[in-house]
Nanobody, 115 residues
């Protein structure tokens, strides 16, 4: 059974930092591209960042220079370091694992950035 479990969300003031973690189990982790998505109330889910099995990364323009995605294939973990947080970063953040044929989602973790 596949599980993606996010942690690390919370309430932070604007300008602060948070680090999200996603623990994956039940998949051959190094065969998956890992993603972080977010969804704010009333908005569509959007891709924040991705990291390939080889470590290649891509970011949404809105988070470039502030967020860093990383992975530890030995621990089946993916991380999202979020710095210089803004109120508009407030959303539920979801971990996603995608291979050629399969896709899995975590349950999400809430990030709230206050003024």
């Amino acid at each position: 059974q596949v599980h993606l479990v996010e942690s690390g969300g919370g309430l932070v003031q604007a300008g602060g930092s948070l680090k999200l973690s996603c623990a994956a189990s039940g998949i051959v982790f190094n065969m998956y591209t890992m993603h972080w998505y977010r969804q704010a109330p009333g908005k569509q889910r959007e891709l924040v960042a991705l990291i390939t099995s080889g470590g290649g990364t891509n970011y949404a323009d809105s988070v470039k220079g502030r967020f860093t995605i990383s992975r530890d294939n030995g621990k089946n973990m993916v991380y999202l370091q979020m710095n210089s947080l803004k109120p508009e970063d407030t959303a539920a953040y979801y971990c996603n694992a995608k291979s050629t044929y399969l896709e899995f989602w975590g349950q999400g973790t809430q990030v709230t950035v206050s003024l």
